[in-house]
């Protein structure tokens, strides 16, 4: 089992900059494939981001593209997102998602472990 923990969230002003981590637990993640997903009130979870196991291929929603990025730190068993000029539409719970399939998936039930998310809120 992998226990993931997310930390970073909070309120920011339109424009700045959050750093959100996910922290995991029970196995090494180095072999697992990382997302980050999102889900504002009333609205479905949305993938953000999504990391192989070496880093060398990631995928963006179209939403965060050049605004938003992602890294791992398999030595520290951790994944990143750093969000920088937020917009008050990416205020939402942001989720941490593994899964030991080498593959990027895009849709919320391929991920096999999750974590209980941390809430980014943007004020505009």
């Known amino acids: 089992q992998v226990q993931l923990v997310e930390s970073g969230g909070g309120l920011v002003q339109a424009g700045g900059s959050l750093r959100l981590s996910c922290a995991a637990s029970g196995r090494t993640i180095s072999t697992y494939t990382m997302g980050w997903f999102r889900q504002a009130p009333g609205k479905e979870r949305d993938i953000v981001a999504a990391i192989r196991w070496s880093g060398g291929s990631t995928y963006y929603a179209d939403s965060v593209k050049g605004r938003f990025t992602m890294s791992r730190d398999n030595a520290k068993n951790t994944v990143y997102l750093q969000l920088n000029s937020l917009k008050p539409e990416d205020t939402a719970v942001y989720y941490c998602?593994?899964?030991?399939?080498?593959?990027?998936?895009?849709?919320?039930?391929?991920?096999?472990?999750w974590g209980q998310g941390t809430q980014v809120t943007v004020s505009s």
């Open positions: 998602a593994a899964d030991p399939s080498p593959n990027l998936k895009l849709l919320e039930s391929m991920w096999g472990y």
